[in-house]
């Protein structure tokens, strides 16, 4: 009985995937970097260019997507067979574990087993439809959520991995990158994110982190390098009042690095 209740529900997650056609991985091996933020930057930018867009934010122990996506507490409608995506805006919906949970605050102290079953839920009982593109945003490091998903989705287009130029990001950088080769997931390249920050006192340009050692490390790995996205407070700020900052201040520096790197990224896809 429980292997009949498996086999259907891979049966719905092949049919599901079946009717997306881009599915995008961003990741990384080190948590603040601002993988999050890339992940709804790059989303809200393809729904902006009329592609219908899917954002699956599959961090289960620290969700920040709804938050910043200005869905948090929202509550998903189900037919009773499946789960609708909550509408961020035209062409672009969302699901994350800090949309579903009631309460924001409360944590999610699950198991490996009760995780993964979230996360085949999440591609076989939601009603993605008909979809251009799916980014789906993972925690940071190589464990069960971004390995289960690389297996769920054997026919991933390929993964973005975010980084900054501190040594210590860029050495879990490239183990990302090792992950992806050895999961069989292309690799769209490296984004370097938070680099020079223009001072608002003096005018000049101040390297909160290293600078330079993305494109080193992607150099080094023999993958694409999709540049360096400026520190920018306002797209902080953006972010934490559930808006895209690429797409509301589309001239700003960070807004023009973002859009250059997803086209950098969606340049490498084959086919």
């Not at 579903?100 to 944590?107: F, L, N, T, Y």
Request: overall charge neutral.
């Amino acid at each position: 009985m429980h292997k009949v209740h498996i086999d259907h529900r891979e049966s719905l997650i092949k049919e599901n995937l079946a009717r997306i056609r881009l599915k995008i991985l961003v990741m990384s091996n080190k948590g603040g970097v601002g993988k999050s933020t890339v992940s709804v930057n790059f989303a809200s930018l393809l729904a902006a260019r009329g592609l219908k867009t899917g954002l699956l934010d599959i961090d289960i122990h620290g969700p920040s997507i709804a938050r910043m996506t200005g869905q948090e507490g929202q509550s998903h409608v189900s037919d009773g067979k499946f789960i609708q995506p909550l509408e961020v805006a035209p062409n672009l919906k969302m699901i994350s574990m800090g949309s579903i949970m009631k309460e924001g605050d409360a944590p999610v102290i699950w198991r490996g087993p009760i995780k993964l079953t979230v996360l085949r839920q999440f591609l076989s009982d939601v009603n993605w439809g008909d979809l251009d593109a799916l980014v789906i945003d993972a925690p940071p490091g190589t464990g069960d959520e971004p390995l289960t998903i690389c297996q769920l989705i054997p026919e991933m287009t390929g993964a973005v991995i975010v980084t900054t130029g501190q040594e210590v990001a860029l050495l879990d950088s490239r183990k990302a990158v090792n992950f992806l080769k050895q999961v069989g997931i292309p690799v769209l390249g490296i984004l370097e994110n938070m680099t020079a920050f223009d001072c608002p006192h003096c005018a000049k340009e101040i390297n909160l982190f290293k600078t330079g050692g993305g494109r080193r490390a992607a150099e080094e790995m023999g993958v694409p390098f999709l540049g360096s996205v400026p520190f920018a407070p306002p797209m902080v700020d953006a972010g934490d009042a559930g808006k895209a900052y690429a797409v509301e201040s589309p001239s700003a520096p960070a807004s023009s690095a973002i859009k250059a790197a997803l086209d950098a990224a969606l340049a490498g896809v084959k086919g």
